[in-house]
């Protein structure tokens, strides 16, 4: 069976969209792999954003995928009647989760000194993480005008609230 590998620059609004670049061109990663242009070939629709590679943790569906000058582009939507994916919004917004990786099956590569150059693969998933492992797969931007402290302050709000909903009864 072959191993499914994983590897990611990020956006997203108070809807839910998400965009970023889930494999920046041009340069290795932290282990050194090089995925060339080209490399993604067929990418299916509908491709599931996982938090941390997480199969359990599906959190929105990637509408969008295409190769470009500067990378892997993708678009999608959180899943935000889910609480857990309207809690991965806020760690994105926050910074907590600043970008993107991508799971996949590698068909065809070299090596190329310490740098394995992959020119063909299969792509099973994109991730939300913490710590990608290409430098350059960061978030870009956070649409949002909420701030980590915000999304505190609303926590701890909705917390007092439902506390003082019980002290009532």
């Given at each position: 069976?072959?191993?499914?590998?994983?590897?990611?620059?990020?956006?997203?609004?108070?809807?839910?969209?998400?965009?970023?670049?889930?494999?920046?061109?041009?340069?290795?990663?932290?282990?050194?792999?090089?995925?060339?242009?080209?490399?993604?070939?067929?990418?299916?629709?509908?491709?599931?954003?996982?938090?941390?590679?997480?199969?359990?943790?599906?959190?929105g569906t990637w509408?969008?995928?295409?190769?470009?000058?500067?990378?892997?582009?993708?678009?999608?939507?959180l899943h935000l009647?889910?609480?857990?994916?309207?809690?991965?919004?806020?760690?994105?917004?926050?910074?907590?989760?600043?970008?993107?990786?991508?799971?996949?099956?590698?068909?065809?590569?070299?090596?190329?000194?310490r740098n394995r150059?992959?020119?063909?693969?299969?792509?099973?998933?994109?991730?939300?993480?913490?710590?990608?492992?290409?430098?350059?797969?960061?978030?870009?931007?956070?649409?949002?005008?909420?701030?980590?402290?915000?999304?505190?302050?609303?926590?701890?709000?909705?917390?007092?609230?439902?506390?003082?909903?019980?002290?009532?009864?």
């Amino acid at each position: 069976m072959d191993k499914l590998e994983l590897k990611a620059s990020l956006s997203v609004t108070d809807d839910g969209q998400i965009a970023g670049i889930a494999w920046p061109f041009g340069s290795p990663d932290k282990v050194g792999d090089l995925i060339t242009m080209g490399a993604f070939g067929v990418i299916l629709a509908d491709l599931p954003i996982l938090y941390q590679h997480n199969p359990a943790d599906l959190v929105g569906t990637w509408t969008e995928a295409a190769e470009t000058d500067a990378g892997l582009v993708v678009k999608g939507q959180l899943h935000l009647d889910h609480a857990r994916a309207r809690s991965v919004r806020a760690m994105l917004r926050s910074g907590l989760v600043s970008g993107l990786s991508i799971g996949f099956r590698t068909k065809s590569a070299t090596k190329q000194g310490r740098n394995r150059i992959i020119t063909a693969l299969d792509l099973a998933e994109i991730s939300l993480v913490h710590e990608p492992s290409h430098p350059r797969a960061r978030i870009l931007s956070a649409k949002s005008d909420i701030t980590a402290a915000a999304v505190i302050a609303d926590i701890i709000n909705r917390a007092t609230a439902a506390l003082r909903k019980d002290y009532l009864k």
